[in-house]
């Protein structure tokens, strides 16, 4: 069986405009790999209610697992959890768990709960919290949709909260050889090698050092029996490459 597939969408005017560096993606990706769930596409979108919608509804349709980051904090342009709640067609209001983990934190904190601090108490109707141990206001998941903070330290917070209820399958797996000749000497080779064991992946990454050109090749995949045959035939092709 194929491993389960994933799209993160990353919300965030802040993104699209180069003020903040996404680095949540990058996170969520190496955990998802590590867990063997496949991460197959990344959006980046505005804080634009109609456009979250659709996003939403279209990679939910496409994949395994929808995770989201961005956009449910307490201020006005935090509308995930609301565009969320509006693709599934459901209700959205302050859920009574959900608001007695908050009113305590800020009770601790001796802040006022209020009313902009509430709106982070705002669940559609169904879905399953995902704890916050950082500053408490909880992600949630809804069917296949889970959907969590932007701010890296929480988001990665949440994230491992979120996985030990997912079902993964098998890691993916990689070895990587150094070959020092140029893409050009080595494509024909490795495409014929990449036919052959096709049920690997197999990545050229390119690099110039000291004027010289070579390439870095990747191969991945689940089966580490097929990846060390892959290597050996990829090693006896080019004898010079380096491990």
């Given at each position: 069986?194929?491993?389960?597939?994933?799209?993160?969408?990353?919300?965030?005017?802040?993104?699209?405009?180069?003020?903040?560096?996404?680095?949540?993606?990058?996170?969520?990706?190496?955990?998802?790999?590590?867990?063997?769930?496949?991460?197959?596409?990344?959006?980046?979108?505005?804080d634009d209610r109609p456009v979250i919608v659709a996003a939403v509804n279209a990679l939910r349709a496409t994949y395994d697992h929808v995770f989201t980051s961005g956009g449910i904090g307490p201020t006005h342009d935090d509308i995930t959890a609301d565009a969320v709640a509006e693709a599934f067609g459901l209700p959205l209001g302050i859920r009574e768990d959900a608001r007695a983990l908050l009113a305590a934190h800020?009770?601790?904190?001796?802040?006022?709960?209020?009313?902009?601090?509430?709106?982070?108490?705002?669940?559609?109707?169904?879905?399953?919290?995902?704890?916050?141990?950082?500053?408490?206001?909880?992600?949630?998941?809804?069917?296949?949709?889970?959907?969590?903070?932007?701010?890296?330290?929480?988001?990665?917070?949440?994230?491992?909260?979120?996985?030990?209820?997912?079902?993964?399958?098998?890691?993916?797996?990689?070895?990587?050889?150094?070959?020092?000749?140029?893409?050009?000497?080595?494509?024909?080779?490795?495409?014929?090698?990449?036919?052959?064991?096709?049920?690997?992946?197999?990545?050229?990454?390119?690099?110039?050092?000291?004027?010289?050109?070579?390439?870095?090749?990747?191969?991945?995949?689940?089966?580490?029996?097929?990846?060390?045959?892959?290597?050996?035939?990829?090693?006896?092709?080019?004898?010079?490459?380096?491990?």
């Amino acid at each position: 069986m194929p491993n389960p597939s994933a799209a993160i969408l990353i919300v965030g005017d802040e993104i699209l405009s180069g003020r903040t560096r996404d680095a949540n993606m990058h996170y969520l990706a190496g955990e998802l790999t590590r867990i063997g769930i496949d991460l197959k596409e990344v959006r980046v979108i505005s804080d634009d209610r109609p456009v979250i919608v659709a996003a939403v509804n279209a990679l939910r349709a496409t994949y395994d697992h929808v995770f989201t980051s961005g956009g449910i904090g307490p201020t006005h342009d935090d509308i995930t959890a609301d565009a969320v709640a509006e693709a599934f067609g459901l209700p959205l209001g302050i859920r009574e768990d959900a608001r007695a983990l908050l009113a305590a934190h800020y009770d601790r904190a001796g802040l006022e709960f209020n009313a902009a601090r509430q709106r982070m108490a705002r669940i559609p109707d169904g879905a399953t919290l995902i704890d916050n141990p950082i500053s408490t206001a909880p992600g949630f998941s809804l069917d296949n949709v889970h959907v969590m903070a932007g701010v890296p330290n929480i988001f990665q917070a949440m994230v491992a909260s979120l996985l030990p209820r997912l079902t993964g399958g098998k890691p993916l797996l990689s070895q990587t050889l150094r070959i020092d000749q140029g893409e050009g000497v080595i494509a024909g080779p490795l495409s014929d090698l990449a036919a052959e064991f096709d049920d690997l992946s197999f990545g050229s990454y390119p690099f110039i050092q000291n004027g010289a050109y070579g390439s870095n090749i990747v191969i991945r995949g689940t089966d580490p029996a097929r990846i060390d045959a892959a290597m050996a035939r990829l090693a006896a092709l080019f004898p010079r490459g380096g491990a």
